[in-house]
């Protein structure tokens, strides 16, 4: 009940990318996934299914969380059975619960988490049957090894441990027994009979656009059915024996080898630090002197799965390794067993068994408090919110949208379990494969929407953000940019027809994206990258982007005359960024093929033009203060943080005041005016003061339009060292080349509001 408490508090709670995707729509429909096909595990995930709470994608996560911990269940039985106290077996089985192979199973739609439930149920059953002798082990044994051959290709790899329990108890296995045993584990190899059966059945659900598009079996094209299938027996063989999975085990050179040697000891150090694997060889030892055969039976699972997982390329390696690892747990069983026993013997003074038993306890919190950081999965909703991006992008109809497997299957767990936008075509073809180039000519030809999903940055590691988005290529649609620009030529073959902003205007510390359109007007055979520069009017760099025109997988020299083209940036921005203009460039470099660098010397550069950024304007004034000042500006009002109460604001010593002066320029101005913000004592002195140009020089006076109510922030800094008591504000403008200041009738400044400084 622990370990599924913590899985279910640490469980991702929507649809995941890549594998777990997939297995979370496939179960829903009952599709056909990649090798082996898991009949076993898809029925038994439909079953999670009809759960009446959480989505279906929680639902299959539900599913993997329940197998790890009733795994964990069946790895405390199996200690029990070896050692004799119930401490070392308990703490044995907590650290093993709280290992990054067994935990990071039970929080994601994997086939992992039963996977290890068979195995170490097989296991378990193994050592009843050597030790016990009762036939109905030996056959609820054959039934499991059945069911898990049905599952993952890593459970074959027990076989050796299986033909060790047979040889050792071969005077005991009568002729009728194994023909009963093999009779018992052939039955659930019929499960594999839903594969041909359920992925004809999707196959015949044929849409001959999409047949005509890429000329495969549309189920396959889809992801109904894994494209790795062939609908054949030589198909079907080669998904269940997982024989077109077989490149993973490829070792290249001795480099290669030693590669994997280092990520196995790394993997196996963090399952278990170093206090664990002492204790694991320590107890090896002990549990071949105890229990010699059990020991062999043992060894045999470790080795086997062992060996193969440490061949095997993937980011799941370290689930490739549970049954390793778990042989492991049992093995530091045996060591905090003996442990206890010499703490016990010896006798030490103020060292009781009570102790020891809470000092080793600290060896799976520790290990919880460690890997907690990095598997809590709780609020893991990027794969829900790259495809949402996506989504929401008002992709036109029947496009074929080519996706990364990460990005695509948690697209089409919206289309097939949530019916969104069940009209795309989301199929999965690398940009550097040939079938990209192939699929791309068809859908040209077929006057068919092409899309084609990339991540920026690319990397996942790569630092800030990450966002995902669909780039055309090219767009079906004459675009109708908002801020258009005729005859705008970046390079001579490539004009910029205008660009949009979302949102219009974009808002500091928010997300913002830039999208520039494109048309070719020649082929273009150098390679183009390209540059966004954002600078205020001051000057001030505030940011720079790098990417390439349209997509880095439809470079410029692939681009035919008339084709249209967009190119999205997509950031945040920055948070600190005052509100006001900002310059826009567009820059275009040769890009070298050879050396992947930009000729940055060399710059084609295009000024978009002047963005408004943030909230220059306001219908909105909590504190209306009409005023005139001079003959062309009127004050209309102000708003402070704090609050102010009756034209009173109250603050404390050291503290800001946040103040929103509102202006209207009511006819058109030459000067640039600096408005200043005074904090003066009852004689009348300046203590403090905020003087700056409108929107910190961002938003100068004479780019005001006439009748347009301007929102100027400043923020007065209360000295730390200012007497308490009652102060004033005062506000004014002028021009910083005379210092001549704007009348207020008489006055040449307008008394804002008192502040009492507490």
Known sequence: MAALALYLLTISPTVLDGDSGEYQYMAYILGVPHSTGYPLYILLGKL?????FGDVAYRINLFSAIFAALAVTVVYWTARRLVPRRIPALIATLIFAVTPSVWGSAVQAETYALHLFLGVLTILLMLRWHQEGQARDFYWFAFVCGLGLTHHVMYRFIAPAAALLLWFNRARLTR????RGVLLGLVPLLLYAYIPIRANQLIAQQDPANKALYGREDAMVKGTVTAFYNNSPEGFFKLVTGLDNIYKMDVKSPLDSANRLELSATLLLQQFGWAGLGLAMAGAWLAFRRERQAFWLLFAAAAGTGLVAFYLRGTSTVFYFSMTYFVLALWIAFGLDALMQWAVRA???????????LVLLLLPLSALIANFPRLDKSNNYAPRDYAQAILR???????VVVAPWEVSQPLRYFQFVENQRPDLLVTNVSPIWPQFQKLLASARELRRPFYNVEFNPELPTAPGPRFAQAI??????????RYTMPDARIVDGAQVIGYDLDPDPPQPGTLARVLIYYRALDRMYPMYSSALTINDITGKLWSDYYGFPGSQYQPTYRWQAGDVYR?????IWPADAPSGLYNFDLSWYVYDLDTRKSDFDHENKLALGVIRVGNLTTNTIGNPKLAQAGQAISFLGWDSAPASNSDTITAARGSQIALDLYWRSDRELRGQYTVFVHLVDTNGRVIAD???????????TDRWTVGEVVRDRHTLQVPSDLAPGDYAIEIGMYLPSTGKRLLFGNADNLALA???VR
Request: no cysteine; aromatic share 10%.
């Open 690 to 700: 905020a003087d700056s140009p409108p929107s910190s020089g961002l938003f100068p």
């Open 754 to 756: 008192k502040l009492q």
């Open 393 to 399: 992008e008002n992709l036109p109809p029947n496009a």
């Open 176 to 179: 009728a027994m194994l023909a």
């Open 48 to 52: 999670f299914t009809f759960l009446p």
């Open 472 to 481: 055309p290529l090219p767009l079906m649609q004459e675009p109708q940019p």
């Open 347 to 357: 006798r030490v003074p103020f060292v009781s068994l009570r102790v020891v038993t």
């Open 567 to 571: 190119e999205q940036w997509q950031f």
